[in-house]
């Protein structure tokens, strides 16, 4: 207001031109465009209008995408993000100075929908600056690109690379006071996501648990590379004239890769790191039971050094299992197995026994399935044993996890792997 600048009762005549430039340069400041929208697809809107192409956004800019819109903007720091459908985004701040980092604050409010960031400048510089809120969460970044769903009542976040931290409520003004050391922290590469729901506080759970279509298991437009979970889908086929070709020489590493999830590393002896320290890029998630995960190495054709028409025996060459009780797991071991391949019919077949250690109770396990055109071994459904696993793409090796119920809340959960 102008009489906040007064001399006495009156506006002094000589500050008088000195306040308006003033005004004007806050004016231009605050309308100054702070980023360019550069793909529009579908329905879209900013500020209520009809969005187009290399229109500019500045801050206080409203973005919404209706059920077939999405929008990429690019920011004056370089930074990205990509809205998916049924997206309501606010820019709520935007300030970016590359001489001094330590004024740099970005802050976005997602209302609902689905939002992928990657990191620019301005956060690289300074990562307290940035924070995105939801209606119920609120997230900062550690250098990132991320993958945030929300409505009203809940937030789920994907990190693809960097970290995030993330905790319930909203942060306003600077971010660096919204965090602690204990609000979770999310890694890329970590096989989880983060969840909030109102009123409560972050939970970490498993990606094997969301639905193949959503869009933190596909990272939106974008290939998120490494992290998503292979599953077969129409014709499971097996090419009845397959290549055949010649194996090359096996240098004994292993192709397949089990890891634990973290909720389950109460253990009273220390096996596999966990999956997060496995899971890297250029693997695929081929199976997953409570306790473990197993990857694989990716591959355009997984069978391709694998015979067709004929029948193969496998070793089992190493194993890692426990008794599960309730959240507790306690050592148990695999004695012997077999493993049979039968490219005639595209099943396969196999047999484990060993011994549990709080009972010192043997165990037997049975049962088989299908081998998908993909490459993976897919248990017989509805069967006592729950078998899941992947032929290896270089053709040397198998593996497989397992869980057989021993008895009420006992069951054996294990992971194997079998060479040629």
């Known amino acids: ?5 007064v001399s006495g009762d009156r506006i002094s005549p000589v500050r008088l031109p000195v306040l308006l430039l003033l005004l004007l340069l806050a004016v231009k ?11 529009v697809s579908g329905q ?5 209008q009809p969005l187009t192409p290399n229109a500019a956004l500045t801050v206080g800019s409203t973005l919404k995408t209706g059920a077939d819109g999405f929008v990429h903007v690019r920011f004056i720091d370089a930074a990205f993000i990509s809205l998916r459908p049924g997206s309501v985004l606010h820019i709520n701040a935007y300030h970016y100075d590359p001489e001094r980092p330590g004024e740099n604050r970005v802050e976005f409010f997602l209302e609902r929908g689905n939002l992928r960031s990657i990191t620019g400048h ?12 939801t209606p119920v969460a609120a997230i900062g970044i550690r250098g990132t690109d991320f993958v945030t769903l929300t409505d009203r009542l809940n937030t789920r976040v994907r990190v693809v690379s960097g970290a995030v931290v993330m905790r319930a409520g909203s942060c306003s003004g600077r971010a660096s006071g919204c965090w602690s050391g204990n609000d979770p922290l999310l890694s890329a590469n970590d096989a989880h996501y983060l969840e909030v729901q109102q009123g409560r506080q972050p939970v970490l759970k498993n990606l094997i648990d969301l639905p193949s279509d959503s869009p933190l298991r596909t990272g939106g437009q974008e290939p998120v590379g490494g992290g998503d ?5 129409g014709n499971n086929t097996i090419p009845l004239e397959h290549n055949n070709l010649e194996l090359a020489e096996f240098n004994g590493e292993p192709e397949l890769d089990w890891g634990r999830w973290r909720a389950s590393d109460t253990l ?4 596999t790191p966990l999956v997060s320290e496995q899971y890297t890029l250029g693997k695929e998630m081929v199976a997953s039971t409570t306790t473990f995960g197993l990857m694989r190495t990716t591959a355009a054709d ?20 426990y008794l599960r009780e309730g959240t507790r797991l306690y050592p148990a071991r695999v004695d012997q197995g077999i493993l049979t391949l039968d490219f005639n019919r595209n099943r396969f077949a196999t047999q484990l026994s060993g011994t549990e250690s709080q009972g010192n109770t043997q165990w037997q396990l049975q049962g088989g399935g299908e081998i998908t055109a993909k490459g993976l071994l897919k248990g017989t459904p509805n069967a006592a044993v729950s078998l899941q696993g992947a032929l290896s ?28």
């Open 29 to 39: 400041a605050h309308a100054a465009a702070v980023g360019t929208v550069q793909f």
């Open 268 to 271: 009273e002896q220390p096996g």
């Open 393 to 420: 793409s270089e053709g040397h090796q198998a593996g497989y996890l397992f869980s057989l119920p021993l008895g009420p809340q006992r069951t054996v959960e294990g992971a194997t792997l079998w060479s040629r």
């Open 229 to 233: 979970i292979l599953e077969d889908s």
């Open 44 to 48: 879209a809107e900013l500020n209520g």
């Open 1 to 5: 207001m102008l009489s906040h600048f």
């Open 302 to 321: 997984p069978l391709r050094y694998w015979p067709s028409g004929t029948t193969l025996g496998l070793n089992l060459s190493a194993s890692e299992a």
């Open 122 to 133: 301005s956060g690289q510089a300074n990562k307290a600056g940035f924070m995105l809120n």
